[in-house]
C-alpha cells in the first residue's frame, strides 16, 4: 500500500486548540457549538480548511491555524479567531476555557455534535468513545521527506512525558479528584487505536502496517490511527497529539515551540547521517503512565537497565539543548515560557492549589477562565501537601543516564 506524503520543504507550523463553551454564570457546559458556528459563517463554513470547527460534543469548538512558518505566526493566528468567537460568545454569557477536562462536567449529560464521522465514531466505539469529553491541542510540524517521518515519530515518542507534564491540566473527572495530572491521557488512551506509537523501522514497514489495519478491518483509512505521535502524510507533518488542553495562548505557543525544534533539531541530524534515538516500546509505555500519574514530579526511565531521573532535571536538560535550535528559528521566548510552568506550575497543579487553599471546582473553573482570557499563569504558592503525590524513588542508577539527545552516528 503506497502513502502519498505531502512533504514540506520546511519546518512549517499548524495547531488545532479545543476549547470548551461554560455558561459564565454556572460555569458548566453548554451545548451550542452549532449556533456559535453558525453565527460565524465565514470562519466555519468558507473554505475547505476552516479555523473553526466541530469537535464530537456540542460544547466544544476546534480552533484551528493555517500553514505557519513561525510561533509568532501560530499565535497570532489563533488569537484572531479567538477575538472573533468571543465577540459571539460574550453576548450569549459564554466564555472558552481550556482543560484537559471540564472539572465539574459528567460526559453523560452532552450531546452529540451533528457530524456524520463523529456518528460513525460512537457506533463503532460505542461508551469508549461516548465518555469522551476530554480537550487537548495538536501540533502539526512540516517535514521534508517521508523517509524522516518513521525515525522522528520515534525520536519524538521519548518525549511524551515531557509534553504531557508540561501540559498535564486534567486532575479532575466529573468533579472528583482522580489523584492523575492527566486523566484526560487515560481516557482517550482507551481507544483501540490511540496510544503511543509502535516503533517501526521505517515509511515502507509503516505503510505495510497501515494496510494490515485496513485489511483486518481495524480502521477504514489511516485518519482513524490516533497515535500519540503520528505522521500526517496529507499535510507532510509530524503531528504530537500528546498535549493535554493548555489553557492559555502563551503556553500553547511554549507547545508549538517544543515540538518546533525538537523536529527541525532531529531533521538536522539525520541530514547529518545521524541515526535518532528509538527507545524501547516498554519505556515508552512507563513513562507516559509516569507522567499520566505523577506528572512533572514523576521520574522517567532512561535506559534498558530501567535506571531513572527526576522529569524535572531532564526537562530543565532538554529546554538548555534546543536554546540554540529556537534561537535559530525565532521562537526562543515562546520556549522560556516552560521555565515559567515549571517555576508557578503546570496547570494540573495550579488547579489543586486552588482546591488545598480551600476553594472549589467553581473557583477552579473560574481560574481556568481567567488565565484563558489574560494569558497569565498564575503563581503556585508552596503548600505542605501534594494530592498528587511525587513518585516513589527507584533504585535506577542517575550516573548511568546517556544524554536526552544523543544521537549515534550512521555507519
Not at 31 to 59: F, K
Not at 183 to 204: E, H, K, N, Q, V
Request: proline share 7%; aromatic share 6%.
Amino acid at each position: 500500500m503506497a502513502i502519498e506524503f505531502n512533504a514540506s520543504d520546511r519546518a512549517t507550523l499548524g495547531v488545532e486548540w479545543e476549547l470548551q463553551l461554560i455558561d459564565v454564570h454556572t460555569r458548566h457546559l453548554r451545548q451550542e457549538a452549532q449556533q456559535v458556528l453558525g453565527a460565524l459563517p465565514d470562519l466555519s463554513e468558507a473554505s475547505a480548511s476552516p479555523p473553526l470547527r466541530h469537535e464530537l460534543m456540542q460544547c466544544t469548538v476546534e480552533v484551528v491555524t493555517g500553514i505557519c512558518e513561525t510561533v509568532e505566526e501560530v499565535t497570532s493566528d489563533l488569537g484572531g479567531t479567538i477575538g472573533r468567537l468571543q465577540e459571539i460568545l460574550e453576548p450569549r454569557q459564554l466564555a472558552p476555557i481550556c482543560a484537559g477536562t471540564h472539572p465539574l462536567d459528567d460526559w453523560r449529560d452532552q450531546t452529540l455534535s451533528p457530524v456524520q464521522r463523529y456518528g460513525e465514531l460512537i457506533d463503532q466505539m460505542q461508551w469508549l468513545a461516548r465518555r469522551i469529553l476530554t480537550f487537548g491541542v495538536h501540533v502539526h510540524v512540516g517535514i521534508r521527506s517521508r523517509e524522516k517521518a518513521v525515525p522522528i515519530v520515534n525520536a519524538l515518542a521519548n518525549y511524551l512525558p515531557h509534553f504531557l507534564a508540561l501540559t498535564a491540566s486534567s486532575p479532575f473527572w466529573s468533579g472528583h479528584d482522580t489523584g492523575l495530572a492527566s486523566s484526560r491521557s487515560i481516557i482517550f488512551g482507551a481507544l483501540p487505536t490511540a496510544g503511543p506509537p509502535p516503533r517501526l523501522r521505517d515509511w515502507p514497514t509503516f505503510e505495510e502496517y497501515m494496510e494490515t489495519l485496513i485489511r483486518a478491518g481495524t480502521i477504514s483509512s489511516i485518519k482513524e490511527v490516533w497515535w500519540d505521535v503520528r505522521p500526517h502524510p496529507d499535510f507532510g507533518t509530524i503531528e504530537i497529539r500528546m498535549f493535554d488542553g493548555i489553557p492559555t495562548l502563551r503556553e500553547v505557543g511554549m507547545a508549538a515551540a517544543l515540538s518546533q525544534s525538537l523536529v527541525r533539531l532531529f531533521d538536522q541530524q539525520l541530514d547529518r547521517g545521524y541515526g535518532l534515538p528509538s527507545p524501547p516500546t516498554w519505556v515508552v509505555n512507563d513513562n507516559k503512565w509516569r507522567a499520566t500519574r505523577y506528572g512533572l514530579d514523576a521520574r522517567v526511565i532512561t535506559d534498558e537497565h530501567g535506571s531513572t531521573v527526576p522529569l524535572r532535571d531532564d526537562v530543565y536538560e532538554l529546554l538548555r539543548e534546543l536554546e540554540p535550535v529556537a534561537e535559530r528559528l525565532g521562537c526562543a521566548e515562546d520556549l522560556d515560557v516552560a521555565w515559567e510552568v515549571l517555576d508557578k506550575g503546570a496547570s494540573y497543579e495550579r488547579q489543586r492549589t486552588i482546591i488545598d487553599q480551600g476553594g472549589t471546582l467553581n473557583d477552579v473553573v473560574d481560574a481556568l477562565a481567567a488565565e484563558f482570557r489574560f494569558g497569565g499563569i498564575a503563581p503556585r504558592p508552596r503548600r505542605t501537601a501534594d494530592r498528587g503525590g511525587t513518585e516513589p524513588d527507584s533504585t535506577g542508577d542517575d550516573a548511568g543516564r546517556e544524554p536526552s539527545l544523543k544521537s549515534t552516528k550512521s555507519t
